[in-house]
């Protein structure tokens, strides 16, 4: 698979571009600055011209290396946003395409990829949606380490789900983003943890608003970790929700197999999914006979799978926390979910 050029200019300079990735061997990806958070991780290098840097600037991506500056002229300020965000080179553009050839090669080799991230959303009100994710957390965190982020201000907590609510460690209120670069491995050490599950969420009675540019400040350091990234989103769209669910690799959408779940569901997908590539989660049972693939018809997101009530699950949470049973049916659909995000993080 050819290595991937993530352009961020005018269209002006696409051809110019072009050429040159193509002259070096790369498949061009046309990006837009505003929500690029994905292939900004993924590429292998960037092309950003000074229009692209200033909303850059303002995203706080991490920093990451093979990002260059181009231009059609000698653009001082493109050239000093560049520099703030570490780009390798800046070139004008068609006169030195020589130059960036040669840059675009010297910047293909092999490097880390980021692990995979999802975004699991209820589509109504106790979809299960919390369960899910811790579910899909701690199946992950069998052989990976794995960043859980609670991000659901009306849930209950990701860390009274495990069980952690009473262990020291970071919470929302105790990071800030402003800087833009959180250091992954010190943010794995410092939050509460269950076996190779790390989860940051509120802190028990804080109402205070999420930031967004913290929130993405954290999941860039868990992914350039190498952290799998389960995040419970919530139903509210807003900057944070957008930011999690423009950086996963695909969303699970979770719901309950009844009409009035169905209702509130297409209007959730509507308002926070739209065409982004989304499967659904369907927990039984239906009490009007509903199958699960009616209700991913009528919802209108592809079926990934349904289960079954699981018995004294609750109590089990009460008691000591998640803990998941090798062949329940909240296993299975854990289980489901990390297969395809396996299969995500290799694209």
């Given at each position: 698979?050819?290595?991937?050029?993530?352009?961020?200019t005018?269209?002006?300079?696409?051809?110019d571009?072009?050429?040159?990735?193509?002259?070096?061997?790369?498949?061009?990806?046309?990006g837009?600055?505003s929500?690029?958070?994905?292939d900004?991780?993924?590429?292998?290098?960037?092309?950003?011209?000074?229009?692209?840097?200033?909303a850059?600037?303002?995203?706080?991506?991490?920093?990451?290396?093979?990002?260059?500056?181009?231009?059609?002229?000698?653009?001082?300020?493109?050239?000093?946003?560049?520099?703030?965000?570490?780009?390798?080179?800046?070139?004008?553009?068609?006169?030195e395409?020589?130059?960036?050839?040669?840059a675009?090669?010297?910047?293909?080799?092999?490097v880390?990829?980021?692990a995979g991230?999802?975004?699991?959303?209820?589509g109504h009100?106790?979809?299960?949606?919390?369960?899910?994710?811790?579910?899909?957390?701690?199946?992950?965190g069998?052989?990976?380490?794995?960043?859980?982020?609670?991000?659901?201000q009306a849930?209950?907590?990701?860390?009274?789900?495990?069980?952690?609510?009473?262990?020291?460690?970071?919470?929302?209120a105790?990071?800030?983003?402003?800087?833009?670069?959180?250091?992954?491995?010190?943010?794995?050490?410092a939050?509460?943890?269950?076996?190779?599950?790390?989860v940051?969420?509120?802190a028990?009675?804080?109402?205070s608003?999420?930031?967004?540019?913290?929130?993405?400040?954290?999941?860039?350091?868990?992914?350039?970790?190498?952290?799998?990234v389960?995040a419970?989103?919530?139903?509210?769209?807003?900057p944070?929700?957008?930011?999690?669910?423009?950086?996963?690799?695909?969303?699970v959408?979770?719901?309950?197999?009844?009409?009035?779940?169905?209702?509130?569901?297409?209007?959730?997908?509507?308002?926070?999914?739209?065409?982004r590539?989304?499967?659904?989660?369907?927990?039984?049972?239906?009490?009007?006979?509903?199958?699960?693939?009616?209700?991913?018809?009528?919802?209108?997101?592809?079926?990934?799978?349904?289960?079954?009530?699981?018995?004294?699950?609750s109590a089990?949470?009460?008691?000591?926390g998640l803990?998941?049973?090798?062949?329940?049916?909240?296993?299975?659909?854990?289980?489901?979910?990390?297969?395809?995000?396996?299969?995500?993080a290799?694209?």
């Amino acid at each position: 698979m050819s290595d991937v050029l993530l352009v961020l200019t005018d269209p002006v300079l696409h051809p110019d571009v072009a050429r040159c990735a193509a002259a070096t061997g790369y498949a061009v990806v046309i990006g837009e600055p505003s929500s690029c958070r994905h292939d900004w991780l993924r590429a292998t290098a960037v092309a950003a011209d000074a229009e692209a840097l200033e909303a850059l600037t303002t995203l706080r991506p991490p920093r990451r290396p093979g990002l260059v500056v181009v231009g059609a002229g000698d653009d001082q300020r493109g050239w000093q946003l560049g520099m703030a965000l570490g780009a390798q080179g800046g070139f004008v553009l068609p006169d030195e395409e020589s130059a960036l050839v040669s840059a675009l090669s010297e910047f293909r080799r092999p490097v880390r990829r980021p692990a995979g991230a999802v975004a699991v959303i209820g589509g109504h009100g106790g979809a299960g949606a919390s369960t899910l994710a811790v579910a899909v957390a701690l199946t992950a965190g069998v052989s990976d380490d794995v960043l859980l982020i609670d991000a659901d201000q009306a849930g209950a907590g990701a860390d009274l789900l495990l069980g952690v609510e009473e262990k020291s460690g970071l919470r929302w209120a105790d990071v800030t983003g402003e800087t833009g670069v959180i250091s992954g491995p010190a943010l794995r050490a410092a939050l509460p943890r269950v076996g190779r599950v790390s989860v940051i969420g509120p802190a028990r009675d804080d109402v205070s608003p999420l930031r967004p540019d913290t929130v993405l400040a954290v999941v860039d350091a868990g992914r350039t970790a190498g952290d799998v990234v389960v995040a419970d989103v919530g139903r509210e769209p807003g900057p944070s929700a957008s930011g999690l669910i423009d950086t996963a690799d695909f969303i699970v959408v979770v719901t309950t197999a009844s009409v009035h779940a169905v209702a509130a569901t297409r209007r959730t997908a509507a308002r926070m999914v739209g065409d982004r590539d989304a499967v659904l989660v369907v927990r039984g049972p239906s009490p009007g006979g509903l199958r699960a693939r009616d209700v991913a018809d009528a919802v209108g997101i592809p079926l990934l799978g349904g289960y079954r009530p699981e018995r004294s699950l609750s109590a089990r949470c009460e008691a000591s926390g998640l803990r998941l049973r090798r062949r329940g049916p909240l296993t299975t659909a854990a289980r489901d979910v990390c297969d395809r995000l396996t299969v995500g993080a290799r694209r």
